[in-house]
């Protein structure tokens, strides 16, 4: 482990060998927290990234070592407007990855809907679910290249309350290998915002990959910055960073 302390406050980063190292830390860490607490509120990501935490979940689950039977799910962000069957959805892409393959109940699962009639309105009404809760208990976070976390794209301020973005053509283009062409990406989604990810009690930060060591080497040490989301965790409480050496690399 390495710690960095940045104006005075120390920041938590594990430099990791593999992405399936990254996921054992971070998959120890949620199983410790559902056994001491199986009605545990989780916040969720998706994105390439957090695949190999939830492969290692599901395997838990299969052999018995943990159960998701009370567990409560919150993801971060849904596209808008997009069909919630789809398995470009997040929903979809959930179901694909991780609620298909656990014994998380159906009505456990919360994402925004990307089927409803007006976008401010359910980022709203999930914003009232997120305030009910209190904050989740462990978030899962990833980042985007250009230093977005959910889709709290980079911008002039933090936005603090659950909301309606539209995606920068940079978040589009990352994310089109998903998609058969890039003008089939949405241009828009529901995002929690940097208030609900702030008032999760712990967060699980992840990053691989060369292309994201700028945006990480920006959240972890450049002064925090709505130019770089991600660096809001520099004022949270408990976040740790499982980073491996290529997310790493520019660090010093
Ligand atoms: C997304 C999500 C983020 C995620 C990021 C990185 O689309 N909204 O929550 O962290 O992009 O994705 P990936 O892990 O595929 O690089």
Redesign the pocket.
């Known amino acids: 482990m390495k710690e960095y302390t940045v104006k005075g406050k120390p920041v938590r980063v594990y430099v990791c060998d593999s992405e399936d190292e990254i996921a054992s830390q971070a998959a120890d860490v949620v199983m410790y927290a559902i056994r001491r607490k199986p009605h545990l509120a989780l916040g969720l ?6 695949v190999p935490l939830y492969r290692k979940l599901a395997e838990k689950n299969r052999a018995g070592e943990i159960s998701f039977a009370k567990v409560r799910t919150y993801n ?2 849904e596209y808008f407007p997009i069909d919630p069957a789809s398995p470009l959805s ?1 929903r979809g892409f959930m179901r694909d990855n991780l609620f298909s393959k656990i014994d998380l109940p159906e009505e456990a699962i919360h994402i925004p809907r990307g089927d409803a009639p007006d976008a401010d309105a359910e980022a709203a009404r999930y914003e009232a679910e997120l305030d009910a809760l209190g904050g989740v208990d462990i978030q899962i ?5 250009d230093g ?4 709290n794209e980079p911008a002039d301020r933090f936005i603090y309350p659950t909301h309606a973005t539209a995606l920068t053509e940079q ?1 589009r283009r ?2 089109a290998r998903f998609f058969n062409a890039l003008d089939e990406v949405p241009t828009h ?1 529901i ?1 929690m915002g940097i208030g609900a990810i702030m008032r999760a009690k712990k967060c699980i930060f992840i990053a ?2 060369k292309n ?1 060591a700028p945006a990480v080497k920006s959240a972890l040490l450049d002064d925090p910055s709505p130019a770089c989301q991600a660096s809001v965790l520099q004022f949270h409480p408990d976040t740790v960073f499982l980073l491996d050496r290529d997310a790493a690399s520019l660090l010093p």
Not at 141 to 145: A, E, M, R
Not at 148 to 151: A, K, L, Q, S, Y
């Open positions: 990501a998706t994105g390439s990234t957090p971060l962000d997040f976070l990833g980042i985007g290249s977005h976390i959910g889709f978040t990352d994310n989604a995002t691989t990959g994201k």
